[in-house]
């Protein structure tokens, strides 16, 4: 209510950092009068649930079993690696949050928050775009193949992702430290998200705009062009083998999964307006349902894992994730 929010900001220490007012906390808003919110946040409770089982089993069959010791799999097991950090980053302190009503949160946890939430979900989105390269090869330089794609490279290829995306994400995180907060400390969101909190700035935020368009530009259009571009050459080279073509679907879908209601969003809050209610949805389910998926979709089913597990099966394996 009102009045409980005035409460809160009554309450509010202000900390001086130079020419720079932060607030001591920040209050997350969530939904906005919206009924039974609460069972909405148990869903997501066993979607976590089933997230970490997931993930967690996927990583020790690819860890224990040398079979799967592969490039593929190097970059299966960063993919689970990514859903299983991400998942609880945002998750627990998410339920904690509203179930517990407990939406207080001081300045540099915020931060903290935001960080890892928007890393983690990068490293997804740019783990995506690793798979496709591995599928474009697989497919349309099969000979060359093994040559291409090794351990080497594709360790290579993720450092440098986790290395860039700790860079940019670091950098536009950092930039809210530079901003003075002296009139709301309402987030409208279910976590410290990096618009929501640098809209609510009182100085010039010109800077924070910017790194929010490189992120957006960095993270989500040019993954999904590198994806799509990839996939346009697929497409090409299995025109006449269509049967082979819909062993790809698997990560045709959890690409969809991922970006479309995060390119939606982004293009309805930038074009005209989003109930914050059906912004929050989108957005969650965006960071947890992928990261749910992925480990059947990507992994515990294919030939591989399952010769791995079954040695007596027919050594098969798929072309695509």
């Known amino acids: 209510t009102e009045k409980e929010i005035d409460s809160f900001k009554q309450k509010l220490i202000i900390g001086f950092n130079a020419t720079f007012v932060h607030p001591g906390r920040f209050y997350l808003g969530g939904f906005s009068d919206m009924a039974h919110d609460n069972y909405y946040y148990v869903f997501l409770c066993f979607v976590y649930i089933f997230t970490v089982v997931g993930n967690v089993l996927l990583i020790l069959i690819i860890f224990l079993i040398k079979t799967l010791h592969t490039p593929k799999y190097l970059i299966v097991f960063n993919m689970a690696l990514t859903d299983l950090c991400g998942s609880t980053a945002l998750i627990p302190k998410l339920l904690d949050t509203f179930l517990f009503d407990r939406r207080c949160i001081l300045y540099e946890a915020c931060l903290s928050y935001m960080f890892f939430v928007l890393f983690f979900a ?79 700035a009182c100085n010039d935020t010109s800077l ?41 679907t698997s990560h045709v879908i959890l ?54 597990l079954l040695p007596t099966r027919n050594n098969m394996s798929e072309r695509c994730y």
């Open 208 to 248: 924070n705009r910017i790194m929010a368009y490189v992120a957006l530009v960095s993270f989500i259009c040019i993954p999904l062009i590198l994806i799509a571009f990839t996939y346009s050459f697929i497409f090409i080279h299995l025109f006449e083998r269509l049967k082979a073509l819909k062993t790809c």
């Open 255 to 308: 690409v969809a999964v991922f970006f479309l209601p995060l390119v939606g969003t982004n293009i309805a809050a930038v074009a005209s307006y989003i109930h914050p209610n059906a912004r929050i949805i989108n957005s969650t389910l965006t960071y947890t349902i992928p990261a749910l998926l992925n480990p059947i979709i990507y992994a515990l089913k294919t030939e591989e894992v399952m010769n791995a």
């Open 122 to 200: 990068s490293i997804q989105s740019w783990t995506l775009v690793i798979m496709a390269y591995d599928r474009f090869i697989a497919i349309c330089f099969p000979l060359r193949y093994h040559s291409i794609v090794t351990k080497t490279s594709i360790a290579a290829m993720l450092a440098f992702e986790w290395v860039l995306i700790t860079t940019i994400v670091a950098s536009t995180v950092g930039l809210i430290d530079h901003l003075s907060f002296c009139g709301s400390f309402v987030v409208k969101s279910f976590f410290c998200d990096h618009g929501p909190v640098f809209y609510l």
